[in-house]
């Protein structure tokens, strides 16, 4: 044990360090302990929270209910959102905004472009000649980017999110199609920005359905994989994702369960709102034919028409889910005109024919990405709106094989509990049960770059080469270096997607560029001048494919080593105290690429065919890296590409100082018992052959490609913008709040006025200027009240309060009286008979002091006579004069009173009750040396007067509230309060009890 202690005893310091830097964590995390999540579906979102008390809960808008449209209505003076804004659709379609996500990242001739202009032609879409992007045009002076729009929703959201908390909330974790590129997701991190929020990550909407499918059913999920297809078809988009639940053994909390993403396939313009359009095409066909000899209007040219249609091709699309027919109908739908035709399920199904032809395809997309097949998808869950459409269900069913099709889910709910979840998890103010969670890869993207190379003596060529970095469908968050070898001076490479046959010729277009950036380095040269003796192991780029999916250039560096002697003595120094941090620590040497599960590709694999060769072999170690969390799954690293002598023998070295730069020395295996010490001899020859390493930075440019983000400048305008549009809307509810307020008092004074309790605490005067100076006020309001600020509103309402409180005053207290003076005389009857009882306890039981009872006395008596005194002056008094016999002295006289009769009360509870005196003749034989402790006790010879029956005195019963004897004492603060003792046994009789001094 003692030596258990001693290794345990360095640790101490190490621990309290980490306590302190947990609880600073934790106080800078006080003000801000909930978070949020944002399903962002194309039609509607759904915000969920979680905080201390209330674990994953949706949040219920201003309408009470639980999802909100994404729609915003936009004008020169105003702003609505959700609800609100899509009522405005119908009276505004110009201003009011929707499905403007597809508009996210993409250029203008972007075929999406096409198509919203296409759908909503009411949208005046202006052209940003800088980032060749669209942006709404909605007055001449009123222009919105798509990036603003969301982010106004975004900061609507989090309203919201805060309302339901009741505290601010910043950290949230927002859904996004699995079928974002780079260009999509970072528009939506800078709408967040532009929003003021911070993101924990952006994760795919599929990916969060498929963690709160696993939470829930933690249970079921063992070491057999199970493989679950989530077929998600929603408004404006249908995605398909094969998910495989297993336990896995993880090195921080052992076998715990966790969901991979293998598979995903997606149709972009598959969803319910195509289904929309085609019945709103279809009922504006049937109104025209309607008119057709009225030589009207065409309903398609008109705006509100339209908007109109669409909200009734939703309701439709609804109603015939569960019904063979309905009646579509709409009042006033154009020129007062009222439309109403019938439409059967049959003709619905017509209309979108082809649509639901292209519902398998996603599954197949998917199939093919994990490389499986039906037979081993266990189960299809269905997500999504859209999916409850009949006919989709039906040729999905029969896409898949399964008998049934699962409906265990929620299916509007699912991604934004998943979404919560993982906001908890990422939080540092809260704890959640691990789920590892390893989403795919879409879209590859590799590293192209081109150098010289001599094929033959004085005859020299460029080549092109090209390097998978991150492969389809492989894992992410993920961390991958490249490396460059024969470069001695300044170069440039490229960062591009890689081989996306997959996808058809129309999603290419939609996709956009394919190049993402150009990477310029400055300070090659230069850092091989300064290091001229070292040998020199390559140009280093550090990549990261963060948690978002969002690619990113962490740095570059060039590489140096060189052989140096060191002293023994100065090496295992240094040694010892790598290893006391580490081990105070609890972390490991390994060092960071490692960790993040970096990996190296060679530039000397130039021809197509080895690299060809070495995608195998680089996804191979992709997929170790990615399990590297696991143990017992790593798989051996594959054969290298043979390129002669030299390059293998670079590449082993590459691969040596890569992969493990900080292995252990001997002198440190030595210390942590790993093997047996080496001869004095041994230790001599190795030491001198440490190799040192020189890192130098090298500049980097950037030049992005597919879509250039908003300058820091203009980022900052938008964020200004956003912050006015939200300053104005807060004054606009101050200044409605104002407005309703002042309205409100008008109308409940003037009926006050003639309420019998008002009446009689006035005068006829007094009401007559009253009611005067209110209609003045209501008057005013409805004639310049609309075009007056908030603090005029709000100082016309301080005047008339001003006027009206003294009548109020004197109504309230009249109100107040006989129940306050009722409780005053049943606390002074008490407290009577209280000290009656207390001056009747004898002498020897006594336990109040004859000040303490005195005082009370008084109190008591000038409480009376106040009372009595006061009311008497009262009822000399008209009921119109300010009265005398206020309720607050009501109040102030009975807490005096309480407060002397409680602490009697507190001090006969704590009192211990005085022993009972001897009696002087009474005689007493002294017990044998050798007797025990219950002789003693049997032999007890009572007082006199007391036969051995008699039980002790007990404690002093209290006349009001008396509590059991178990009681917990109450902590009161006061002069002469006693502290409660614990219980002592009682003495036998003859023995002196231990008395304190001044005890009662």
């Given amino acids: 044990m003692a030596a258990t202690v001693r290794r345990q005893r360095p640790r101490r310091p190490a621990c309290w360090a980490l306590m302190t830097?947990?609880?600073?964590?934790?106080?800078?995390?006080?003000?801000?302990?909930?978070?949020?999540?944002?399903?962002?579906?194309?039609?509607?979102?759904?915000?969920?929270?979680?905080?201390?008390?209330?674990?994953?809960?949706?949040?219920?808008n201003k309408e009470s209910r639980r999802k909100t449209p994404v729609t915003v209505t936009l004008k020169e003076n105003?702003?609505?959102?959700?609800?609100?804004?899509?009522?405005?659709?119908?009276?505004?379609?110009?201003?009011?905004?929707?499905?403007?996500?597809?508009?996210?990242?993409?250029?203008?001739g972007n075929p999406h472009v096409a198509l919203?202009?296409?759908?909503?032609?009411?949208?005046?879409?202006?052209?940003?000649p800088q980032r060749q992007t669209v942006h709404f045009q909605i007055g001449p002076q009123l222009q919105f980017s798509p990036e603003e729009v969301l982010g106004m929703v975004l900061n609507y959201s989090r309203s919201l999110a805060e309302d339901f908390a009741e505290q601010p909330i910043k950290d949230a974790v927002i859904t996004v199609p699995a079928f974002f590129n780079q260009a999509e997701r970072r528009a939506v991190l800078q709408a967040a920005r532009m929003a003021g929020l911070k993101v924990l990550q952006l994760i795919n909407d599929?990916?969060?359905?498929?963690?709160?499918?696993?939470?829930?059913?933690?249970?079921?999920?063992?070491t057999t994989a199970q493989n679950v297809m989530f077929y998600d078809m929603g408004s404006g988009s249908t995605v398909c994702t094969i998910v495989t639940y297993q336990t896995v053994k993880t090195k921080e909390a052992g076998m715990q369960p966790q969901l991979q993403v293998r598979g995903v396939g997606f149709d972009r313009t598959l969803g319910g709102l195509e289904m929309e359009l085609r019945l709103r095409e279809h009922l504006a066909k049937l109104f025209n034919e309607q008119r057709k000899g009225q030589r009207a209007q065409d309903v398609r040219e008109n705006p509100r028409a339209m908007a109109k249609l669409l909200r009734e091709a939703n309701r439709l699309k609804t109603v015939l889910s569960a019904n063979a027919d309905h009646m579509a109908q709409i009042e006033g739908l154009m020129d007062d005109v009222d439309f109403k035709a019938k439409v059967t399920r049959a003709e619905f199904e017509e209309l979108c024919a082809d649509l639901f032809e292209r519902v398998p395809g996603p599954v197949q997309q998917a199939l093919q990405s994990a490389e499986m097949n039906l037979d081993e998808i266990e189960q299809v869950i269905l997500v999504g709106g859209a999916t409850r459409v009949p006919k989709v269900q039906e040729v999905l069913l029969k896409a898949v094989g399964k008998e049934e099709?699962?409906?265990?889910?929620?299916?509007?709910?699912?991604?934004?509990?998943?979404?919560?979840?993982?906001?908890?998890?990422?939080?540092?103010?809260?704890?959640?049960?691990?789920?590892?969670?390893?989403?795919?890869?879409?879209?590859?993207?590799?590293?192209?770059?081109?150098?010289?190379?001599?094929?033959?003596?004085?005859?020299?060529?460029?080549?092109?080469?090209?390097?998978?970095?991150?492969?389809?469908?492989?894992?992410?968050?993920?961390?991958?270096?490249?490396?460059?070898?024969?470069?001695?001076?300044?170069?440039?490479?490229?960062?591009?997607?890689?081989d996306l046959g997959f996808l058809g010729p129309e999603d290419l277009r939609v996709f956009g560029s394919q190049n993402l950036t150009t990477v310029k380095l400055r300070g090659v040269g230069e850092s091989f001048k300064k290091y001229p003796d070292y040998e020199s192991k390559g140009i280093k780029a550090h990549f990261s494919l963060?948690?978002?999916?969002?690619?990113?250039?962490?740095?570059?560096?060039?590489?140096?080593?060189?052989?140096?002697?060191?002293?023994?003595?100065?090496?295992?120094?240094?040694?010892?105290?790598?290893?006391?941090?580490?081990?105070?620590?609890?972390?490991?040497?390994?060092?960071?690429?490692?960790?993040?599960?970096?990996?190296?590709?060679?530039?000397?694999?130039?021809?197509?065919?080895?690299?060809?060769?070495?995608?195998?072999?680089?996804?191979?170690?992709?997929?170790?890296?990615?399990?590297?969390?696991?143990?017992?799954?790593?798989?051996p690293p594959p054969a290298e590409p043979q390129e002669g002598a030299a390059p293998a023998e670079e590449k082993a070295t590459e691969k040596e100082n890569e992969e493990k730069p900080e292995a252990q020395e001997p002198s440190q295996k030595k210390e942590a018992g790993l093997e047996a010490p080496p001869a004095p001899e041994e230790e001599k020859k190795q030491k001198p052959a440490r190799k040192q390493r020189m890192v130098e930075e090298i500049g980097v440019e950037l030049v992005v490609l597919d879509l250039p983000d908003l300058a820091e400048d203009e980022l900052a305008r938008s964020v200004q913008k956003l912050q006015d549009l939200t300053s104005r809307d807060l004054e606009k509810q101050e200044r409605e709040k104002a407005a309703n307020s002042l309205e409100a008092f008008i109308f409940e004074t003037q009926d006050k006025l003639y309420q019998p309790e008002y009446r009689e605490v006035s005068t006829e005067e007094q009401r007559e200027e009253i009611s005067g100076k209110l209609g003045a006020a209501s008057a005013w309001l409805e004639d310049e009240g609309f075009g007056a600020s908030t603090a005029m509103l709000k100082e016309k309402l301080a005047e008339l309060r001003r006027l009206c409180n003294s009548l109020f005053f004197r109504a309230e207290e009249r109100k107040r009286w006989p129940e306050r003076l009722s409780a005053l005389d049943s606390l002074l009857n008490h407290s009577s008979m209280f000290l009656k009882g207390a001056r009747l306890i004898p002498e020897m039981e006594q336990v109040f002091t004859e000040v303490e009872m005195t005082t009370l006395e008084k109190v008591i008596n000038e409480t009376w006579a106040w009372k009595n005194a006061t009311v008497a002056e009262q009822a000399k008094l008209p009921a119109t004069e300010k009265p005398v016999l206020l309720s607050k002295d009501i109040e102030a006289k009975m807490m005096a009173l309480d407060r002397e009769v409680q602490y009697l009360l507190n001090k006969a509870k704590f009192t211990k009750p005085r022993p009972r005196p001897k009696d002087k003749n009474a005689t007493r034989a002294e017990p044998p040396l050798n007797a025990s402790a219950s002789d003693q006790a049997e032999k007890v010879i009572p007082p006199a007067g007391q036969t051995e029956d008699t039980k002790p005195i007990s404690e002093p019963e209290k006349e009001t509230g008396s509590e059991p004897a178990d009681a917990e004492p109450l902590e009161l603060e006061g002069p002469g309060v006693v502290p409660a003792e614990p219980e002592q046994e009682e003495q036998p009789a003859g023995q002196k009890p231990t008395l304190k001094n001044d005890e009662l």
Avoid at 24 to 51: R, Y
Avoid at 548 to 557: A, F, K, T, W
Avoid at 574 to 593: E, H, M, R, V
């Fill in 78 to 108: 105003e702003r609505f959102f959700g609800d609100s804004a899509a009522s405005m659709a119908i009276k505004n379609p110009k201003a009011t905004l929707r499905y403007f996500q597809q508009l996210l990242g993409k250029q203008e």
């Fill in 405 to 498: 099709l699962g409906k265990n889910i929620n299916a509007d709910e699912a991604a934004a509990m998943g979404a919560v979840y993982q906001a908890a998890a990422l939080s540092k103010a809260f704890k959640v049960k691990p789920f590892v969670v390893r989403d795919a890869v879409i879209y590859p993207i590799l590293v192209e770059f081109t150098r010289e190379v001599e094929d033959e003596p004085g005859l020299r060529s460029l080549k092109h080469n090209k390097r998978v970095l991150f492969s389809r469908m492989g894992p992410y968050p993920q961390r991958k270096v490249i490396t460059f070898n024969r470069y001695n001076r300044d170069f440039h490479f490229h960062v591009n997607y890689g």
């Fill in 206 to 222: 599929n990916t969060a359905t498929a963690l709160s499918y696993g939470v829930f059913r933690r249970k079921d999920i063992n």
């Fill in 21 to 60: 830097v947990l609880l600073a964590d934790l106080l800078a995390l006080s003000d801000t302990l909930a978070v949020m999540s944002v399903d962002l579906g194309s039609e509607s979102m759904k915000v969920a929270i979680v905080k201390p008390g209330v674990p994953m809960e949706i949040v219920l």
């Fill in 546 to 635: 963060d948690e978002s999916g969002v690619l990113s250039l962490i740095r570059v560096e060039s590489v140096f080593e060189t052989l140096v002697e060191d002293s023994p003595e100065e090496e295992s120094t240094l040694t010892k105290l790598g290893n006391t941090i580490s081990s105070l620590f609890g972390g490991s040497s390994a060092p960071d690429t490692k960790e993040n599960g970096t990996d190296t590709v060679q530039e000397e694999e130039e021809s197509p065919a080895e690299g060809s060769k070495d995608e195998p072999g680089e996804q191979a170690e992709l997929k170790e890296e990615a399990e590297a969390p696991m143990e017992g799954t790593s798989q």
């Fill in 116 to 128: 919203y202009r296409a759908r909503f032609p009411e949208h005046e879409l202006g052209f940003d």
